[in-house]
């Protein structure tokens, strides 16, 4: 079974700067999606951005970037230019593209304050 | 377009009550799932559907019953509830079953007491 390990269950950055969530995953599979949602405190799951693991090059949403190593099952989220309103729970999720289904497995999550 | 809607969004229930959690969908999806939310522990799935009449276990679930009549619905039944389902559910939807894109619900926080 696929896991997802999000080793910074809290994080804090100042406004205008620059933070990076951290995120490893375990699979013995070689086609899968990976993804980063954002979770305000009104509970709304919000997809931030997504990442294809036969892509090689790194996915970017506006200010918000990924760093993929595949060899290493790691995928972090670097948001810049930091904005008050990033502050929420960050989820790292895995995405089989073998399965049938969309089935989501999730880390444990980061919380991200942003100070001004 | 309301999307994803779950009810209620909030519930206090008493150990050994039943209970449905609604959720429905109006953008003809036709994947839909449950997962419950615990701190630590991020989201896990409890069960899922790939289509009308067909449904199927997640990672966690014990203690719940699914059905899905219709494309639109998915409500997730609490059998006999216990402390240990104080969480918050979530209820997602994907176009097809190889979709990437997840919608979710607006959550409902379930304490048993």
């Known amino acids: 079974a696929q896991t997802v390990t999000q080793s910074q269950p809290e994080m804090s950055v100042q406004e205008a700067e620059t933070v990076t969530l951290s995120c490893t995953y375990d699979?013995?599979?070689?086609?899968?999606?990976l993804f980063w949602y954002k979770q305000p405190p009104s509970r709304q799951m919000i997809l931030v951005i997504r990442?294809?693991?036969?892509?090689?090059q790194n996915a970017t949403e506006n200010r918000f970037s990924v760093n993929f190593q595949k060899a290493a099952k790691s995928f972090s989220l670097k948001i810049s230019d930091s904005q008050l309103g990033d502050a929420a729970m960050y989820f790292c999720a895995y995405r089989s593209a073998m399965e049938y289904g969309n089935k989501l497995v999730f880390g444990a999550g980061t919380i991200l304050r942003v100070k001004s | 377009n309301a999307g994803v809607t779950q009810t209620p969004k909030f519930q206090v229930l008493k150990t050994g009550q039943s209970m449905t959690l609604q959720c429905a969908q109006d953008m003809n999806h036709e994947y839909m799932s449950w997962y419950r939310q615990d701190p630590g522990m991020g989201l896990r799935l409890i069960h899922y559907?790939?289509?009308?009449?067909?449904?199927d276990q997640g990672e966690v679930p014990n203690g719940y019953n699914v059905s899905r009549s219709t494309t639109e619905d998915f409500p997730l039944r609490l059998l006999s509830a216990a402390p240990s389902q104080t969480s918050v559910y979530f209820c997602?939807?994907?176009?097809?079953?190889?979709?990437?894109?997840?919608?979710f619900g607006q959550g409902t926080r379930l304490t048993v007491v």
């Open positions: 997602a939807s994907s176009y097809s079953v190889s979709s990437t894109e997840a919608f």
């Open positions: 559907s790939v289509g009308a009449g067909i449904t």
């Open positions: 990442q294809e693991a036969y892509k090689q």
């Open positions: 699979t013995s599979e070689s086609d899968y999606y």
